[in-house]
């Protein structure tokens, strides 16, 4: 890997912050998964070196996501203020759809996600806790939602808002998909 300053290389670097991000990945944890150094990682996303072909198809490969996909995905640009609806990059796992908004920016202190609950599907079996404090409102259906000892079941219209560092878990315990909003700070995806 060599020191490079083309607006190819910034181009890798941003799509690579923007992918790990979108995961939800720190360098740490890309590294673990890749077999690739956090530090080697971290030089692609801070411009110091250009990975080979073959280095950064091991670091995709970790996420999981092919070459063609990687240079393929919209990215915005730093400034936008705006982000369509096929922009929204999709971190959830199976049964559960979070959207994340403006991924692709970098250095956002809102994390917001547009969530989608299937019945009997729920944030997981650990309670979550992080720095931060987050809020949302159901835009439909309904979600059981527990902040420290307390479980709530939430409707269309109700929202939450508590410190994200008290251990907290969703579930949606109906039968239709809930549908809520969310945003959290400072953003931890």
């Known amino acids: 890997m060599a020191r490079s300053d083309t607006g190819h290389d910034h181009m890798v670097a941003r799509r690579l912050r923007a992918v790990r991000l979108s995961r939800g990945l720190s360098q740490r944890e890309l590294a673990r998964r890749t077999g690739v150094g956090s530090g080697t990682i971290s030089q692609i996303e801070s411009l110091t070196t250009q990975p080979s072909v073959s280095v950064l198809k091991k ?7 092919d070459l063609a996909t990687f240079f393929s995905f919209e990215l915005e640009t730093a400034d936008a203020s705006v982000f369509r609806k ?17 991924a692709q920016k970098a250095d956002r202190a809102i994390q917001m996600i547009h969530e989608f609950y299937q019945p009997g599907k729920d944030s997981g079996r650990r309670r979550l806790t992080h720095e931060g404090e987050e809020c949302g409102i159901v835009i439909s259906g309904s979600l ?3 902040v420290g000892d ?8 109700d929202a939450y808002y508590f410190p994200s560092t008290t251990p907290h878990h969703f579930r ?8 809520v909003v969310s945003a959290c700070t400072p953003a931890s995806f």
């Open 172 to 179: 949606n315990s109906g039968d239709v998909v809930c549908e």
């Open 144 to 146: 059981d939602v527990t």
């Open 59 to 65: 670091i995709l490969d970790g996420v999981p996501m």
């Open 150 to 157: 307390e479980k709530f079941t939430l409707k269309k219209g």
């Open 86 to 102: 096929d922009s929204h990059i999709d971190i959830g796992v199976s049964g559960i759809q979070y959207l994340l908004i403006a």
